[in-house]
């Protein structure tokens, strides 16, 4: 499901950029969801590095945005018809995958019907659809 990013026409295309460019928010999800898919088996180990890093960034409520990206890696796991590409945690390129899921999370409490598509779209299957509550409260966390 999830794999390293192994070169070829790398995100080049005008959807990908650099880690540098996102809002610190961003980074740190970003951050967040690589560190997470590193973890085995998906979805069920805690990585003590993004509970610490999150709370420290968001109180209280880093809790419940691990809980909601661990959930959204389980759902892409087992929805996705097609592998997921996201970079190593310390990788300073947005892979074209991520920049999608970031674009969710702004979209999915404003725009819930582009954001079901974009999902969809990242997933390789409508299913997909059924996770967006889970980008809408990470945008909700997030923001405050």
């Given at each position: 499901?999830?794999?390293?990013?192994?070169?070829?026409?790398?995100?080049?295309?005008?959807?990908?950029?650099m880690?540098?460019?996102?809002s610190?928010?961003?980074?740190?999800?970003?951050w967040?969801v690589r560190?997470?898919?590193?973890?085995?088996?998906?979805?069920?180990a805690?990585?003590?590095?993004?509970?610490?890093?999150?709370q420290?960034d968001f109180?209280?409520?880093?809790?419940?945005?691990?809980?909601l990206?661990?959930?959204?890696?389980?759902?892409?796991s087992?929805?996705?018809?097609r592998?997921?590409?996201l970079?190593?945690?310390a990788?300073?390129?947005?892979?074209?995958?991520?920049?999608?899921?970031?674009?969710?999370?702004d979209?999915?409490?404003?725009q819930?019907?582009?954001?079901?598509?974009?999902?969809?779209?990242?997933?390789?299957?409508?299913?997909?659809?059924?996770?967006l509550?889970?980008f809408?409260?990470?945008a909700?966390?997030t923001?405050?």
């Amino acid at each position: 499901m999830y794999s390293e990013f192994e070169g070829g026409e790398g995100p080049w295309t005008g959807r990908g950029g650099m880690v540098a460019d996102l809002s610190d928010t961003q980074q740190r999800i970003l951050w967040a969801v690589r560190r997470l898919a590193l973890m085995q088996p998906i979805g069920a180990a805690r990585c003590q590095a993004v509970h610490v890093a999150l709370q420290r960034d968001f109180g209280e409520v880093g809790m419940g945005i691990e809980h909601l990206l661990r959930c959204w890696l389980v759902g892409l796991s087992r929805q996705a018809a097609r592998r997921v590409v996201l970079g190593e945690p310390a990788c300073p390129i947005v892979l074209p995958d991520e920049v999608q899921l970031l674009r969710v999370i702004d979209m999915a409490e404003d725009q819930p019907a582009q954001a079901r598509d974009a999902l969809a779209a990242i997933a390789g299957t409508p299913c997909a659809a059924a996770l967006l509550p889970l980008f809408a409260g990470v945008a909700e966390m997030t923001r405050h």
